[in-house]
Structures are given as C-alpha cells and as structure tokens.
C-alpha cells in the first residue's frame, strides 16, 4: 500500500516502498533533518491496549547489539500505527540477491547458516524469537554477510 509515501512516522519521511508482508510494510525513509536512509517497518494498526506490550518487546529488540541481527534505532505509534525504524540495506534481501534457481556451493550455505543460527541463538537467549525466517526478512550486507 503505498498511499503511505510521503507521511511522516517519527521525524523519518517515507519514499519508497520496499516490500510488504502480511504482518507490515518496509518502507525507505529519511531522516527529515540530517538526511540519513533508513529502513521503516509499518505495523498493522494496533488497539490502545496493546501499545505497552508493543513498546515492551521494541525496548528489548532495540538493545540487541549482534553482527548479524539489524539494528533498530528508533520505534513509536503514529495514530493507532506501530512502526520501527531500522539500519536500511540496499542491496536488498537474500530472496532478490539470490535469485528463484541459483544455486549456492556448501561453503556459502553453510556460511549463511552459521549466520542465522548464530543471530537465532543470541535473540534466543534474549527471549526474542524471530517467528518469520525467510529469504524475504534475511538482508545481505556490501560484504556478502547476512543480517535478520
């Protein structure tokens, strides 16, 4: 639903749309003073009972510090609308880096693997569990690591 282009969510403007899920929106925003993309996620609107829940788990996943775990700068409601603000990858998701059909060779799968066991298991110990692993929510970094 990009109607949402243009609107504000903290001080971060959204100009892009870059996918969408059934739970949210990602969106490429920017900071309105000091110019700086990041990576919005639009929530699904969100009773007023259910924002201190909300603000709870976005406190705990703000402080996860892991090199394979994206990092979230920012969170807050706008009119019923729960949103994060989060690093912003360009190059994209490991779906779009690599293609329906391309085949890997085992040292990268095994090397992504360690990857994502590792940001699991560090979230895990944190009392976080991730719920949606897919290619679509892995990001991959200018060095060829990944992030979830």
Do not use: W
């Not at 243009?6 to 996918?19: C, E, V």
């Not at 739970?23 to 110019?35: D, N």
């Not at 929530?43 to 979230?72: C, G, V, Y």
Request: net charge negative.
């Amino acid at each position: 639903m990009s109607e949402r282009v243009g609107q504000f969510f903290g001080n971060y403007q959204l100009l892009r749309l870059l996918g969408e899920g059934s739970f949210a929106e990602v969106y490429l925003g920017e900071h309105r003073y000091i110019e700086m993309a990041a990576a919005v996620k639009v929530l699904k609107r969100m009773e007023p009972e259910a924002h201190e829940a909300f603000h709870s788990e976005a406190r705990t996943i703000a402080r996860l510090e892991h090199p394979h775990i994206i990092r979230i700068r920012d969170f807050g409601i706008e009119d019923q609308t729960p949103y994060l603000i989060m690093d912003y990858m360009p190059n994209g998701t490991l779906r779009s880096f690599h293609t329906r059909g391309t085949r890997l060779s085992c040292e990268q799968i095994v090397k992504y693997v360690q990857q994502i066991a590792s940001a699991l298991d560090y979230a895990h110990q944190h009392h976080i569990i991730h719920r949606d692993i897919k290619p679509e929510n892995i990001m991959v970094e200018d060095d060829g690591n990944i992030k979830l």
